[in-house]
């Protein structure tokens, strides 16, 4: 069984400039994480989704970063603009609802230079 | 959620047993002890959980003890494989968000 996958594994990319991170969660789950983690530092949620509404995402800049889950699938991170401090780790995961256990992607590092 | 305190870092030998302690002195009646795990460039995995009893799966011993206030994490006999960063996490089953602290960065030592 596929993990959740997230793309691109690597972005570079000029502040100012937009950007954005695409994550295909494992079948069937429900709930979708985007987590943030600075170096050195825990994953910090930004936004969590159950099925395609967004139940938790009080941590999340609203000014510049928004996300979107069509269809309770699939769901895309983005930044506009970015800035230097938004390079870090993009993490998305998942789990079926009430599960004990949330996957996790390998990640999108993003650097803004 | 209950906040949970680790040391920073720690070494094992491999082949000896790597245990890991989490203090967690504010947990409540109905929040579990969670472990996850994170190797280099790759997301956090889940290890194992446990409320009160002490559990053990294919991966790990987790030591809950008697008064909850703390844990610890065993890994049985450490392989190399095993250096990472070990994050304990308290929350409610019901509760779908973990709460990440900075976790103890494991170094296993040929």
Sequence with gaps: EAGVVQSPRYKIIEKKQPVAFWCNPISGHNTLYWYLQNLGQGPELLIRYEN??????SQLPKDRFSAERLK?????????PAELGDSAVYLCASSLYGATEAFFG???RLTVV | DAKTTQPPSMDC????????????STISGNEYVYWYRQIHSQGPQYIIHGLKNNETNEMASLIITEDRKS???ILPHATLRDTAVYYCIVKDFGNEKLTFGTGTRLTIIP
Excluded: F, M, W, Y
């Excluded at chain 1, 395609?52 to 995402?57: I, N, P, S, Y």
């Excluded at chain 1, 309770?72 to 506009?80: A, C, N, P």
């Excluded at chain 2, 030998?13 to 967690?24: F, I, M, S, V, Y």
């Design chain 2, 71 to 73: 844990s610890t994490l």
């Design chain 1, 52 to 57: 395609e509404e967004a139940v938790d995402d």
């Design chain 1, 106 to 108: 390998q990640g999108t």
């Design chain 1, 72 to 80: 309770g699938v699939d769901s895309t991170l983005k930044i506009q």
């Design chain 2, 13 to 24: 030998a491999e082949g000896r047993a790597a245990n890991l302690p989490c203090n967690h």
